[in-house]
């Protein structure tokens, strides 16, 4: 069976935390992660490596071993992943309380605001915060969804000063 885990050799050595796809530097993240968002049929590859993520959008590489041995494209995870979609407005960017840009921009034309950090920080109170197990960053999102609604907001406040 071929090692389907394995990165292509462009004849050099990957440096250490940087995507062996597009180069810029990962950010750390849990085995745990991977083990929540990999699928079954990927489940083998994680191995004992330490993993990083890739936030660059243009970029296929989701996660990465950081000694460049392996890696998983948003193909071998069982949810898209917000960094390599922000344009997309269905994609979450709340993976434990479902929130997408869709729902917040809905909020916001709805009501004319938007209680989803505040709703975020509440509900993180309790048990339904996983993080490290739903979110692909293997982290709070609070910093995403913040971006999300900033963007929201401008693009809003854009459409009522061009008016109908």
């Known amino acids: 069976m071929e090692d389907c885990c ?3 050799s462009r004849g050099e050595a990957p440096s250490p935390k940087k995507c062996p796809s597009c180069g810029e530097m990962g950010r750390k993240v849990q085995r745990i992660t991977l083990e929540s968002l990999v699928t079954p049929e990927r489940q083998w590859c994680i191995g004992e490596h330490d993993w990083l993520f890739c936030v660059t959008s243009d970029c296929v590489v989701v996660y990465f071993a950081a000694d460049g041995s392996s890696r998983f494209n948003e193909d071998d995870l ?8 922000p344009q997309d407005p269905s994609v979450l960017v709340c ?8 729902s917040i921009t809905w909020e916001l034309k709805t009501t004319g605001d ?5 709703s975020i920080k509440r509900d993180m109170q309790g048990e339904g915060c996983n993080c490290e197990q739903t979110n692909p ?5 609070l910093g995403n969804v913040q971006k999300v609604l ?7 406040d854009q ?4 008016g109908p």
């Open 6 to 8: 394995k990165t292509e």
């Open 78 to 85: 069982k949810v898209k992943v917000h960094q390599k979609h």
């Open 95 to 102: 993976y434990c309380f479902q929130h997408s840009p869709d």
């Open 114 to 118: 938007s209680t989803v950090l505040e």
């Open 137 to 141: 960053q293997g982290g709070c999102c």
């Open 150 to 156: 900033k963007s929201a907001k401008f693009s809003l």
């Open 159 to 162: 459409e009522l000063v061009k």
